[in-house]
């Protein structure tokens, strides 16, 4: 009997975990561990944020669902890999700390096939002050955005008294990556502040380390319009004046304090803003996963990038802008160290950012990281369990691939949550990754990128919510419903 | 009180592209959207299938 563990239980590692279940059969055991027993569907988090949705209208409790289908759920930290097993055992493992054990109680989990999934490390620390424990808000979790929603209130509330506010939304650092989820809660909460009938007393201001307004750490992208290839500048821009929304470009928030915040500027400028609610999102890292070999030296930095995501079969190599390649980014998700051990959405390191990147004269770098999050990711769990479930029954490497190079997305922004007068920008991209060798000029095939405003993308984006919880539930019929 | 600080940079604002009232018009006109629904539903049905 084999046993496939994916850490983790976020869209890339609980679609991992459901195919590799759907795949194999029943002797063999697929095991998730997390320390978050409910999946969250983190795409609606921004509802919740402005108090459209209540926490438990995106997330729900996970072991049901494995307990149904027949997946062990372990509810914990995992703490260590162990591919080489050790002195006593050759049979690799996990550590794992149970939560309910509290510290100290560790499980020893052996697997056949590893699959990391574990996600981000919200990195609050990297900026002072930023955070909910701080000065400000996030939409991260939904704990984090129904702070959000209650802070949103109380502002409400001050402008019913009179009050002009200024809202602050953005990046709370210059490594920052998901600035398209920022731009979903700036225009949701343009859109709030009217349907509260208290927007002439609201300055909203977006605050950003994207180069240009509407890069969202892939490069931006440009679309066919009226016999133009328009950028996404152009569009966000366009946006945002229409909504009265100011707007900061090439920042690095460098301390938030509880009522303004400093930042500096990829020209080396530094400056302030007052605020009186501010949503920043933090730079992300690695979960902080340590590995050993069988001697039980450590071999972290063998397995792990510097900012501890996981090498997988991507080109590391450090190269200038004008040299990366869409060949960079890995395809499998292999670790090139134990190929019995995957690493799937933001989990797995990037060979280098989507984007440009830029650096301040005092050095500091100011560049959204790539983005992985989403329909990305849950394909990249996808192809991972088909390689896993392949490799068990006797493939010698990895069967399945999915490069963001040579895959392409479809995201629904939302901006404005109303069925009759709320909008939301739909847009198709592709590939992910810009590939200038087979899409000389930008990177993209221009048939398939897109994008428009508009209520279809609202309904589409409600749409989105269902279908995605309920195949996220693994209802009847769940594997038909595309990733 | 908050220190309300530098000006926000908003001389680009004066420069962007805006939507005709047209434009603004068709975003939330029930028929178009209902075909609009349709059309980018196929559209990004055929990005998911060209992965798969």
């Not at chain 1, 496939?4 to 697929?30: C, Q």
């Amino acid at each position: 009997m084999s046993r496939v563990v994916v850490l983790g239980s976020g869209i890339a590692g609980h679609t991992a975990a459901s195919f590799a279940r759907r795949w194999l059969p029943r002797t063999e055991t697929v095991t998730v561990v997390s320390p978050v027993d409910r999946y969250n569907w983190v795409p609606s988090n921004i509802w919740v944020g402005v108090g459209l949705m209540q926490p438990h209208q995106v997330t729900f409790p996970l072991a049901p669902v494995y307990e149904r289908h027949g997946i062990e759920f372990v509810h914990g930290f995992a703490r260590q890999i162990h591919p080489e097993g050790d002195a006593g055992d050759s049979r690799p493992f996990v550590a794992v700390e149970r939560v309910a054990g509290g510290d100290g109680d560790f499980l020893r989990l052996p697997y056949d096939f590893l699959i990391n999934a574990t996600g981000p490390r919200l990195r609050f620390d990297m900026t002072e002050g930023l955070g909910p424990e701080a000065n400000s808000m996030s939409v991260c979790t939904p704990e984090h955005a129904q702070l959000a929603a209650r802070a949103l209130d109380r502002a409400v509330e001050r402008m019913r008294r009179g009050q002009r506010q200024r809202f602050v939304v953005g990046v709370g650092h210059g490594g920052c990556t998901c600035e398209g989820a920022a731009f979903e809660y700036i225009v949701n909460l343009e859109f709030e502040l009217r349907a509260r009938k208290v927007r002439e007393l609201a300055e909203i201001v977006w605050i950003t380390n994207e180069y240009e307004l509407g890069d969202f750490g892939m490069a931006g992208m440009q679309m066919r319009r009226s016999g133009y290839l328009i950028p996404a500048s152009i569009f966000t821009a366009s946006l945002f004046a229409e909504r009265g929304i100011s707007w900061i470009t090439r920042a690095h928030v460098r301390k938030v304090e509880p009522d303004r915040l400093s930042y500096e500027t990829l020209d080396g400028g530094e400056a302030e803003l007052g605020f009186d609610f501010a949503m920043l999102l933090p730079p992300f890292s690695g979960v902080g996963l340590r590995a050993f070999d069988r001697q039980g030296t450590e071999i972290t930095d063998r397995l792990f990038q510097p900012n501890g995501f996981m090498r997988v079969d991507g080109d590391y190599t450090p190269r200038p802008f004008e040299e990366w390649s869409a060949r960079d980014w890995p395809r499998t998700y292999q670790s090139p160290a134990y190929p019995n051990l995957f690493a799937a959405g933001i989990a797995f390191a990037p060979p280098h950012p989507i984007s440009r990147p830029h650096t301040s004269p005092r050095g500091t770098v100011i560049t959204p990281a790539a983005p992985r999050t989403g329909m990305p990711s849950a394909q990249i769990g996808r192809a991972v369990a088909r390689s896993v479930v392949d490799m068990l029954r006797g493939a010698p490497r990895p069967t399945a691939t999915a490069s963001m190079a040579e895959m392409g997305a479809a995201c629904v922004a939302s901006a404005g949550a109303n069925p009759f007068s709320g909008t939301a920008a739909s847009m198709t991209v592709y590939p992910v990754v810009p590939d200038y060798e087979r899409y000389p000029g930008y990177g993209r095939d221009m048939k398939r990128t897109f994008g428009e405003i508009g209520l279809a993308g609202h309904w589409i984006k409600i749409l989105l919510h269902h279908m995605f919880i309920y195949k996220a539930k693994l209802r009847p019929g769940w594997p038909l419903i595309p990733e | 009180m908050p220190n309300r600080g530098p000006a926000v940079p908003d001389e680009e604002a004066a420069s962007v592209t805006l939507p005709t009232r047209w434009t603004v018009f068709l975003r939330t006109f029930l028929p178009w959207q209902a075909w609009r629904f349709l059309r980018i539903n196929l559209k990004m049905l055929g990005m998911v299938r060209r992965h798969h």
